[in-house]
């Protein structure tokens, strides 16, 4: 079946630092791309939908600036969360489209990466 | 806007049969979905139905949907211990405008 790979899936960074997460289809084409935050013991929070060779787009509340997402390739979507302070400690995890009318659909996640800021 | 929601804890014994509610809100919805999330690792799709569907069943998974209420279930037959997850519900419409509940928390006690 389709695979999402994410990468780190743990990272301690100082803060002030920016970290990169990267999110690869590995053996299936995304064309779209998500992008989650989820606090411990709560639902997912969609943060940003990427789409390939374009803008991403990002749900009200979240700092594009901050949070910069690059969806470069059918097949690799990167998250940099940029001048991490310890609020951005969270689980953040991507999810790739399925095919045809779920092409839009997050079917497909990555195991996530807890990311700690000190 | 569009609403799903879920009982957050349900406790069964190995071998029980778990069944796990869910309420949407949204009529307009087109795909329902359940996934599962066990401790530290994403989300893996477990099954979804097409709303003109009343029942789907995938061994020992079996999803119902109530249309008229709005009620989506999923019942797991002969729970084990490798069931312990949390499970999510989740909404959308053709695809689109994706709407996760909180997720219920499964504990399957020996």
């Known amino acids: 079946g389709a695979v999402v790979s994410q990468h780190p899936s743990w990272v301690i960074c100082k803060s002030g630092t920016s970290v990169k997460i990267e999110c690869r289809s590995l053996d299936f084409q995304a064309t779209t791309m998500f992008w989650y935050r989820q606090f411990p013991k709560q639902s997912l929070m969609l943060m940003a939908t990427?789409?390939?060779?374009?803008?991403?787009?990002?749900e009200q509340g979240v700092e594009k600036d901050k949070f910069l997402i690059n969806h470069a390739s059918l097949t690799l979507s990167t998250l940099t969360v940029t001048s991490a302070h310890p609020e951005d400690s969270s689980f953040y995890i991507c999810s790739a489209g399925g095919t045809g009318p779920l092409n839009n659909s997050p079917l497909h996640f990555g195991n996530g990466t807890r990311l700690t800021v000190t | 806007g569009e609403d799903v929601e879920q009982s957050l804890f349900l406790s069964v014994r190995e071998g029980d049969s778990s069944v796990i509610n869910c309420t949407y809100t949204d009529s307009s919805s087109t795909y329902l979905y359940w996934y599962k999330q066990e401790p530290g690792a994403g989300l893996q799709l477990l099954t979804y139905?097409?709303?003109?569907?009343d029942m789907k069943q995938d061994q020992r998974l079996t999803v119902l949907l109530n249309k008229k209420d709005k009620h989506l279930s999923l019942r797991i037959a002969d729970t084990q211990t490798g069931d312990s997850a949390i499970y999510f519900c989740a909404e959308s419409i053709n695809g689109q405008n994706f709407v996760f509940g909180p997720g219920t928390r499964l504990s399957v006690l020996p």
């Open positions: 990427s789409n390939e060779g374009s803008k991403a787009t990002y």
């Open positions: 139905i097409f709303s003109n569907m």
